[in-house]
């Protein structure tokens, strides 16, 4: 079990910021334990690039507070610099140098010295499985090869906090898999990583706590089953041996949607245990036996449409 789990890697508190006329962030609060994966969804042009640009010092927020690492992101950006590392959209990769030149470089700026730095690259081409690939340039790599270049490029410095901004946009099914086992093992190493991602099933694979930001707000934060019961559509579907059983249940529950021919019956419900106990107290009161029963809940594609609004126009680029 990860002792750091429970200590807090990120406070954001009133968080805010404009580009001119257009609010972007207006007062974003949350807070991400260490050790774990915290994920930020929102249509494009929510504000999810500009929360993670703020909290890696790129740009300044108009207000509001945060703290990285435990340092003051506007009194210590420094200190919140030596802590983090960034992945963003695009690959900060050199084409024109070779997979080892490229973390080389990383180690170089990171001052880890000559013979640090070059143990440290090779650490890493073994433990993204570049090495074979380690003396060719990167114009060569695949888009997934590039991209595990890229993250190794951001864990040269051994940062306690990774934010990764759509960090699998464009890869390939395997490649995208491969991303999602690399972020799983930092995390069981004790990394904190901040994601943003377009594909929510993503989120819903690696997230240990999820929040939808939406019109510069964050409209919902928990883990991927709290939010699917936020949206109807929730349902226990029972089976039963015969019609009797089903007649019975119909007549003990009052409500849900019969299928004679599967001796089915479909009951509304949020999924969660305690609804489930009532429900199934209900029936065993009444005597009626269940020969089957499943749950069935919102999916966060559900969640998403549920809670955010459609951007004007086909076209929006992300800020």
Known sequence: M????????????????????????????FEVPRGTVFSLLGPNGAGKTTAVRILSTLIRADGGEARVAGCDLARDPD????????????????????????????????RLGKVGGRAAA????ERFDLADAANRTAATYSGGMRRRLDIAMTLIGGPQIIFLDEPTTGLDPRSRRTTWEIIRDL???GVTVFLTTQYLDEADRLADRIAVLDGGRIVAEGTSEELKRLVPGGHLRLRFADHAGLDAAVRALG???????????????????????ALLGRLEDAAVEVD???????????????????????????I
Request: glycine share 12%; no cysteine; net charge negative.
């Open 122 to 125: 090779d650490e890493l081409l």
């Open 292 to 318: 089957g029963l499943s749950v069935h809940t919102p999916d966060l594609d559900d969640v998403f449409l549920a809670l955010t609004k459609p951007l004007a126009g086909e076209k929006v680029t992300s």
């Open 79 to 110: 200190g919140v610099r030596k802590s983090i590392g960034v992945t963003g959209q695009s690959a900060a990769v050199d084409g024109l140098l070779t997979g080892r030149e490229n973390l080389i470089l990383m180690a170089d700026l990171h």
């Open 2 to 29: 990860n002792t750091a789990v429970g200590q807090t890697a990120i406070s954001v508190v009133g968080l805010r910021k404009a580009f001119g006329e257009k609010v972007v962030l207006d007062g974003v609060d």
């Open 255 to 277: 409500a849900g949607t019969r299928d004679d021919e599967a001796l089915a019956l479909q009951v509304p419900s949020d999924g969660g245990v305690r609804s489930l106990r």
């Open 187 to 189: 995390v069981k190493g």
